[in-house]
């Protein structure tokens, strides 16, 4: 199909775009089916109790997961975008500074849990699974495929990775496995990823052995992503902090309320990767547009909000009605969940909006605002599951998820130089643009 010429608009930029974002989509759809058919798998196996053990454990570590990261993934991909000369030292000296930071992780965690440790959790499964961190360094693999605007390539190793993966855990259930076997294959699973990103790389004539250090890039680096490694620390906070405060606030039935609660997670979360797929893929037009045409920079915000409405609360509303049925095929075990999922769903209008409100805080250097925004959405998550989990159990749970999400999205209505794109969110949300150009048309 030929797209008619207008003024402004790249066709050949636009097809690129495109095809990129359709590769991305493709390997996060076929990495959603495969992962969601292995957790339903695993999650029937293990049943409430283990399943919980194991969610709460990998929760507990994911909230060292973004100290590790660094919050560099986005900096990345826009240094590479604006220096792509400088291919080999940015990747270089990324990788080593994840990599330093994943062995910094490692004594940090296990001094965490011996302060905090969660119950009836075996020491040993959070030793297997701490090495995540340090694994995931190659990682930033990917972030030179989206600078490049070729996630063929990614897609090919989600998918294949995400096939081993589930092919490891499939073979624990025939086998009849331990519970901590299934731990170690969480913990694979990045390993997995990380080889997997070495060996495409590799295959396009890219040479690790070519990437150098610079001691004044990793200080910009750091610089610049501090605010977003604290912002990251708190993303992980509000979005885990519930399994693990879910089995140690319930006592003994904690651990069949968080595996129960897990399954809430794994259905709602179902289409998070949508918006970040979506924006990772439209982040080099979006730097574009604001260099070249702010008005048509504007627009494209609009829209991206626009969009990412639209997307979510279609799904919200298709999980909310369809909640129970889920359950009645996924397992009677689990089948308390139901409403639960039928309310922790309508998160994802929020996290949609707040995928795409981060991209414009980071173009626009506004790399505070999402440490804040972010802080104030854990605390309110926090606060919310104290008071509510002792009521309610895990819908307490699910209630104050929603809500953490929506005050981390909009506090920057009371940030007056944000306010503008909070506005913009909230017309999104309220339909008042797509009524806007129905009426004008």
């Known amino acids: 199909m030929k797209i008619p010429a207008l003024k402004g608009f790249d066709e050949v930029a636009f097809k690129k775009y495109l095809k990129n974002t359709g590769w991305l989509m493709l390997g996060r759809v076929g990495s959603l089916i495969i992962k969601m058919a292995t957790s339903i798998a695993v999650a029937n196996y293990l049943l409430p109790n283990n399943n919980g053990i194991l ?7 994911y909230l060292f997961a973004a100290l590790a990261s660094l919050g560099l993934d986005s900096f990345i991909v826009k240094e590479l975008h604006q220096h792509p000369q400088q291919r080999d030292t940015i990747l270089g000296t990324s990788f080593l500074l994840k990599t330093i930071a994943g062995i910094v992780c490692l004594p940090l965690i296990y001094l965490f849990w011996f ?9 040993l499964f959070i030793v297997v699974l701490s090495f995540t961190g340090l694994f995931q360094s190659l990682s930033i693999i990917d972030s030179y495929f989206q600078s490049e605007v070729k996630s063929k390539y ?6 294949g990775g995400n096939l081993i993966s589930a092919a490891i855990k499939l073979g624990l259930i025939f086998a009849s496995s331990k519970l901590i076997y299934f731990v170690y294959a969480f913990t694979a699973d990045v390993l997995v990823l990380s080889i997997g990103y070495l060996y495409v790389y590799k295959r396009q004539g890219l040479r690790l052995l070519n990437w150098n250090y610079d001691k004044q890039l990793a200080k910009k680096l750091i610089r610049l992503s501090w605010p977003l490694i604290i912002s990251g620390v708190m993303v992980s906070v509000y979005m885990k902090i519930d399994v693990i405060m879910l089995k140690e606030m319930l006592k003994d039935k904690g651990a069949s309320e968080s595996g129960a609660y897990a399954t809430v997670v794994m259905f709602s979360e179902a289409l998070n990767f949508v918006p970040v797929v979506i924006v990772s893929s439209l982040f080099p037009a979006i730097l574009n547009a604001r260099r070249d045409d702010p008005e048509r920079y504007q627009k494209r915000l609009q ?7 639209w997307l979510s609360l279609a799904f919200a509303i298709f999980i909310s009605l369809a909640s129970p049925f889920i359950y009645q095929f996924f397992k009677p075990q689990f089948a308390e969940a139901a409403p639960v999922l039928a309310v922790h769903v309508w998160g994802s209008l929020f996290v949609f909006l707040g995928v795409a409100s981060s991209q414009f805080l980071i173009t626009e250097g506004f790399n505070k605002l999402t440490f804040v925004r972010t802080g104030i959405g854990a605390i309110v998550n926090i606060v919310l599951n104290l008071i509510l989990i002792p009521q309610m159990g895990m819908m307490g749970t699910a209630i104050a998820t929603v809500a953490a999400y929506c005050t981390a999205t909009f506090v920057i209505l009371f940030i007056p130089k944000t306010r503008k794109q909070g506005i913009m969110m909230l017309k999104s949300l309220f339909l ?3 009524f806007q150009k129905i009426f004008k048309s």
């Open 303 to 309: 829209n991206l909000f626009d969009l990412m409405v």
């Open 432 to 434: 008042i643009t797509a």
């Open 55 to 61: 969610n709460a454990s990998v929760s507990y570590i």
């Open 154 to 159: 990614i897609m090919q190793v989600q998918i």
């Open 115 to 123: 302060f905090f440790p969660l119950t009836n959790i075996p020491y």
